[in-house]
């Protein structure tokens, strides 16, 4: 762009001479001298409006030489700029998809709106790894701007869904502003691979029950979530500032997290009291989801932990860091 600013700014310099020039030398008026001086920039070979002098002769051999030079020097750098900006174009998205097609266990987000973008940094922030379709043309220059993998495609085309990886994903996330759409990415995604993880936004409590019909493993209303806290801040403000230090960003070191007990750990066979998690890492067992879905409140010491019970604790992030390695 510096280059482009500095030969368009010659070029006014040289049009600029060549009025003046012509003005003053031979006193053509002004809007006869810029048709003189546009004619002897261009070489199309007009004819002269009227004799010239041997000054003005000069003048315009000046004008054809700096005029040609300068002009062929910006359209060979619009040339550059435009091909550069093509070719990085195209380079780029080949390396995006090449990223993609390379993803395995990640997530796919339908929709990068205000809910996609939240849940999108969220799953960023913990190193998670993910790709958005989305083809809103606003949308995708703040993608762009925010750095993310995408697909700039129709999230409820086959085509689409198998270019994020569906066969190889995690799960998928249908985040897109409308309920319809959304019930329609799910079953698409259904036909695509049964088994596969769906999480659905809802606006209304008609559209979570079409998209638990059609095949969503869960669904969240924003809407109703938004309006049950509001609620509960007025409620039990002490039970929601927990939450928020539990799970949401604080300036605490304390974090409530859920961890999955491998076949291959120590801690299995083993009860509470014997696996010395509270002893040891100082954490708290707020409840276990048993391999069979089983949910335990507050187990008691005599719990025993089998493999994939999946843990939710409370403590500090170094401590629950240190637990992983037995988990």
């Known amino acids: 762009m510096k280059n482009l600013r500095l030969s368009l700014t010659l070029l006014a310099i040289v049009i600029t001479t060549g009025v003046a020039g012509y003005h003053f030398i031979e006193g053509m008026s002004y809007f006869d001298a810029l048709y003189m001086t546009i004619i002897t920039i261009s070489t199309v070979g007009f ?26 020097y910006t359209i060979g750098t619009l040339v550059r700029i435009f091909i550069e900006g093509e070719l990085r174009k195209t380079f780029g998205r080949r390396k995006v998809e090449k990223k993609i097609s390379e993803l395995k266990n990640h997530y796919i987000i339908c929709g990068y709106g205000r809910i996609g973008s939240l849940i999108c940094k969220e799953l960023s922030g913990h190193g998670m790894e993910f790709v958005v379709i989305e083809n809103r043309p606003n949308t995708i220059e703040r993608m762009e701007a925010d750095k993310v993998l995408y697909l700039p495609m129709d999230a409820t ?24 759409d959304n019930v329609f990415i799910t079953l698409t995604a259904k036909g695509l691979r049964p088994d596969i993880f769906i999480l659905a936004r809802a606006s209304d409590e008609k559209s979570e029950i079409k998209l638990k019909r059609s095949g969503a493993t869960r669904v969240v209303s924003p809407y109703l979530i938004g309006g049950k806290r509001m609620a509960h801040v007025l409620i039990r403000p002490t039970v929601v500032d927990f939450l928020d230090i539990a799970v949401m960003e604080s300036n605490l070191d304390l974090h409530m997290e859920e961890c999955l007990i491998q076949p ?3 801690l299995v ?41 999946t843990l939710v604790v409370l403590g500090k992030i170094e401590d629950m860091k240190r637990m992983g390695d037995v988990i």
Do not use: C, W
Not at 157 to 180: E, K, N, P, Q, Y
Not at 272 to 285: A, C, F, Q
């Open 269 to 309: 066979g083993k009860n509470l009291v014997d696996s010395n998690l509270r002893k040891e890492y100082g954490v708290i067992i707020v409840l276990i989801k048993k391999h069979d879905g089983e949910l335990i409140f507050n187990p008691g010491p005599a719990e025993v932990l089998e493999a994939n019970d």
């Open 157 to 180: 085309a086959d085509d689409a869904l198998m270019a994020a990886g569906i066969m190889r994903a995690r799960g998928i996330v249908t985040a897109v502003g409308s309920d319809a």
């Open 264 to 266: 291959h750990s120590q």
């Open 47 to 72: 004819q002269e409006i009227k004799p010239l002098s041997t000054a003005g002769r000069v003048l315009t051999i000046v004008i054809i030489g700096g005029g040609i030079m300068i002009a062929a």
